[in-house]
């Protein structure tokens, strides 16, 4: 179904050796992009290549992106190899948990660098290739990667993590009005409970209670993640600019 089609089309995804950048990955693969996934550790990459090769093409790039020089340069050498750039993932992130009387300054540094100033950044430097690659009718692609702990209060002492995806989604909404006009739609998807490194520890601890929340009854799959990037970064969703799509199971829409 040529609706889905993402056949050559060039995809980046950070944070795309694990977690829901991974299954993400997987999806633009499978739909026919080139894919460009980055993390801090190269031998992270390395395995996601393995564990990712037989979907299609795709090439780790490492990269610190807490720091604006490193979304320079991952943008550089994805330039040094593509003319253009059709779908950018902003999904590499980060959590801190701790009680309000301990939360350190350092806790929202951390988070706010990679969660927040990060996703800026990259947009920033990856525009020209994505506005090379953008038509009225076809536009580039932008997914920015939210929570749904940015759209209502959550359980745990996360406090930089919730305010920096609330902060994200309104981000979101900011570029999708300024990036209209260049032919680049901006969207964020706001996951709830997914298989990730990120959410392990919680999910071994409380994992059927959350489940339970959901009207749905159970946690995300990969392949739940997988349809909404193709969705967003297919012609299925090229009318559709400045949404913030929780993908929860409706957990945070039905309380």
């Known amino acids: 179904m040529d609706l ?24 633009l693969l499978q739909a026919g992009a080139r894919v460009y996934i980055s993390s801090r550790k190269p031998e992270a990459g390395d395995a996601a290549v393995a564990e990712l090769s037989g979907f299609g093409k795709v090439v780790s790039v490492p990269a610190d992106l ?28 980060a959590t801190w948990g701790e009680p309000l009387e301990t939360f350190s300054e350092a806790a929202w540094d951390k988070v706010l660098d990679l969660n927040l100033k990060s996703p800026f950044f990259l947009t920033r430097a990856f525009l020209p290739l994505l ?6 009718d076809d536009p580039a692609r932008i997914v920015n990667l939210g929570s749904i702990d940015g759209l209502h209060v959550p359980p745990m002492n996360t406090y930089s993590y919730s305010s920096s995806k609330a902060a994200l989604h309104h981000l979101t909404r900011v570029l999708a009005k300024e990036l209209g006009p260049r032919h680049i739609t ?42 909404v990037v193709v969705f967003l970064s297919s012609r299925a969703g090229s009318y559709v600019t400045g949404s913030v799509i929780p993908v929860d199971g409706g957990i945070a829409t039905t309380r």
């Open 4 to 27: 889905f089609d993402l056949t050559g089309k060039v995809a980046v995804v950070t944070g795309g050796t694990r977690g829901i950048g991974l299954m993400m990955a997987r999806g």
């Open 66 to 93: 807490s720091r604006e020089e490193e979304c320079r340069r991952l943008a550089s050498v994805v330039g040094e190899r593509e003319d253009e750039v059709h779908i950018l993932v902003n999904n590499a992130g």
């Open 131 to 136: 506005e090379e690659a953008g038509t009225q």
């Open 186 to 227: 901006v969207n964020a998807v706001a996951p709830g409970p997914f298989e990730s490194k990120m959410m392990a520890a919680t999910l071994d601890a409380f994992g059927k209670e959350i489940a339970a929340r959901s009207p749905l009854g159970r946690i995300g799959r990969p392949d739940d993640m997988a349809g």
